[in-house]
């Protein structure tokens, strides 16, 4: 059974920072492209990061490139997104994403990750 669990958020002042990690497991993960995607209420998901599946690419929303950074952990199987110089639009729910073997534009669509977490809520006040 295949588990994607995010924790790590919670309610911050702008220009805090954040991380937040995606424990998985019952996946092959090493062969796992992975990516964090967020939902403000409202609105539809929008990608924030990814990471291909051998960790040699990273890819960032243009709104979050710069303040995060995402990276994988292969050992703990787990893939993290460092957020520092929080906005208040950055406020939304974070949600991880598994995919196979994914690189490059494909990582920005949704319909690519065939497994994702349940979400952790970022809050950020002004």
């Known amino acids: 059974q295949v588990q994607l669990v995010e924790s790590g958020g919670g309610l911050v002042q702008a220009g805090d920072s954040l991380r937040l990690s995606c424990a998985t497991s019952?996946?092959?993960?090493?062969?796992?492209?992975l990516a964090w995607f967020r939902q403000a209420p409202g609105k539809e998901r929008e990608f924030v990061a990814g990471?291909?599946?051998?960790?040699?690419?990273?890819y960032y929303a243009d709104s979050v490139k710069g303040r995060f950074t995402i990276s994988r952990d292969n050992a703990k199987q787990s893939v993290y997104l460092q957020m520092n110089s929080l906005k208040p639009e950055d406020t939304a729910v974070y949600y991880c994403?598994?995919?196979?073997?994914?690189?490059?534009?494909?990582?920005?669509?949704?319909?690519?990750?065939?497994?994702w977490g349940q979400g952790t809520q970022v809050t950020v006040s002004s």
């Open positions: 019952g996946l092959t993960f090493s062969t796992q492209a």
């Open positions: 994403a598994a995919g196979s073997y994914g690189s490059g534009s494909a990582l920005l669509r949704p319909t690519f990750f065939n497994y």
């Open positions: 990471i291909t599946w051998t960790g040699a690419g990273t």
